[in-house]
């Protein structure tokens, strides 16, 4: 993952000297002091610390943001087609290398693998261009990056910033309940759905593994009770389907939540009448672990990659795939192409660490990832036997974006280099709106990894001045 450092996104630069001008100025000691109070009084804190400790948005020029959501479109129209041949043929799904209960998991929650909304993990290299190397179902950040913009909307430094440079956002969470209603009547419903979250805590314990111990899930619960939608916290071990309907008593459920999937599966039978009630289309399932399968596995990446299954695909989406996906593959012993040459994978692997990245297939968070050009030969051999032992992926190294950003430290103004990372929110399968942004001074960018930052990203029209 090469990096282009210190350098602005494509159209910001003078917008970002500029805002740093202004921080140095006069508004990095208030810019400092009302960013944190907000975040506190917010509650806005991942793993006990702020989500944002930086004191500038991220910028970018409209004309790259656009061209960002072309790409993405074009890839998550890829994603969906591949997502909905390999709901309907197993042999597809052979290429994947699912374990026995992914495959259980699968057959289990049958029909269209469809989603309100979900994200991309990409990165906007020194060229302009963006590459998208995971996907993540029902995503993080919907709701922190809408508080985000809106304190950061609020500060004087941003108002002087305004005078000059003319900006727009992209909010996110007030198209939760429409993605979500979308979603529901492509299922089938009709009318506005109630929604049960299954969970089997008693509440007296804290558990990580938990949705509900997530402030953003709580959040996220808030906004859609706030429209209307019905939505009560249900024991799945006490559901009912008669009549054509899952109940919990009287409680009709049209869609699912599933707290812990590792609990829910343990406790929860095939035969039992909550799974009934999805095969028969009677409930569909939000954070569905078929499509989180299907989509988010980071094997489906080895196939997006890989011109063997570019048939699949119009000549607009199989070229989008080419440029905005990184080479990506299965890691076992096999032949397969690299740059069009036919290779021996695991020997390739062994000769070039320098050039790619390994990653579990299944994992979130950066867990278990593997960086090859930060192994010695000891370590790299040591990590390839582990990803052929377990389902991993290599993906080839791709150009990490970096620039220079604020903090305030100890009363003084610094600026620190940060990796960043740029993930568009594609909602209803292929519509491309909002994007995630986090920093970090590691090459490994997740803020459950640990030492990462969140930061609005804020568009600046290009060739547009602001009444100053």
Known sequence: MSNSVGKP?????????????????????????QL??????????????????????????????????????LVARGLTELACALAVQPALRDALGLTPKEEALVQLDPGVPTEPVGRFDGFLGADGEVRFVEYNPMPAGLVSGDELRQVYAGLPIMAAFQQRYRTRSAS??????????????????????TIAVLSQRSGAEPDS?????????????????SAGFEVQIVDPRQLTFEGGRLRAGDFAIDIAVVDDWPSFVAAV?????????????????????ATEILRGSKSVFALLSDPAYHHMFDAEVAAALVRHVPWTRRVRACQTTYRGEVVDLLPFLANHRDDVVLKPADEYGAKGVVLGWQCDDAAWTAALDRAVAKPYVVQERVSIGSELFPTFEQGKLQFDTRHFTMDPFVWNDTEIHGAYIRLSKSEILNLSAGGGSNTPMVIVEDGASGPG
């Open 36 to 73: 944190s109070k907000a975040i506190q009084d917010g509650g806005m804190m991942f793993l006990g610390r702020p989500i944002c400790e930086v004191l500038r948005p991220f910028f970018i020029g409209s004309t790259t943001y656009e061209a960002v959501r072309q790409a993405a479109s």
């Open 9 to 33: 996104s494509t159209g910001t630069r003078e917008a970002v000297d500029y805002y740093h001008e202004l921080l140095r100025r006069e508004h990095a000691a208030t810019t400092h002091e």
């Open 172 to 193: 996110t969470s007030e198209r939760i309940c429409d993605a979500l209603l979308r979603t529901h009547h492509r299922k089938g419903g009709t009318g506005r759905p």
């Open 209 to 225: 593994s938990s949705l509900l111990e997530l402030d953003e899930m709580t959040k996220l619960v808030g906004i859609v009770m």
């Open 269 to 289: 039978p095939p035969d039992a009448p909550f799974w009934q009630a999805v095969q028969r289309r009677a409930t569909w399932i939000l954070n569905s672990a």
